[in-house]
């Protein structure tokens, strides 16, 4: 059963910044592609960035590009999603799966709660 662990959310001022894990739990996350997904409240969910295993290309949202930076752990089977120059608009509930297509939150975690606000 693939299960991640996501953290590392929290209260942040716009401008600040935030690094998100993502941990698994009964299998190795170099085995999958990992995505990370947010939703905001009252709005659709967000593909935020992904890391390909296999050719280790990574993706952003278009938004997004220059702020956020996914990078993978090998040694402690994690991967982070390093959140910088936050703004209002980034506050969501922050998830991460074994795919970069799990719109529906099927490998979903409990996610994480990031807040930016002054």
């Known amino acids: 059963q693939l299960q991640v662990v996501e953290s590392g959310g929290g209260l942040v001022q716009p401008g600040g910044s935030l690094r998100l894990s993502c941990a698994a739990s009964g299998f190795t996350l170099d085995q999958y592609a990992i995505g990370w997904f947010r939703q905001a409240p009252g709005k659709e969910t967000e593909g935020v960035s992904c890391?390909?295993?296999?050719?280790?290309?990574?993706h952003y949202a278009d938004s997004l590009k220059g702020r956020f930076t996914i990078s993978r752990d090998t040694a402690k089977n994690a991967v982070y999603l390093q959140m910088n120059s936050l703004k209002p608009e980034d506050t969501a509930i922050y998830y991460c799966?074994?795919?970069?297509?799990?719109?529906?939150?099927?490998?979903w975690g409990q996610g994480t709660e990031v807040t930016v606000s002054s």
């Open positions: 799966a074994p795919s970069c297509h799990d719109y529906a939150g099927d490998y």
């Open positions: 890391t390909n295993n296999r050719n280790g290309n990574t």
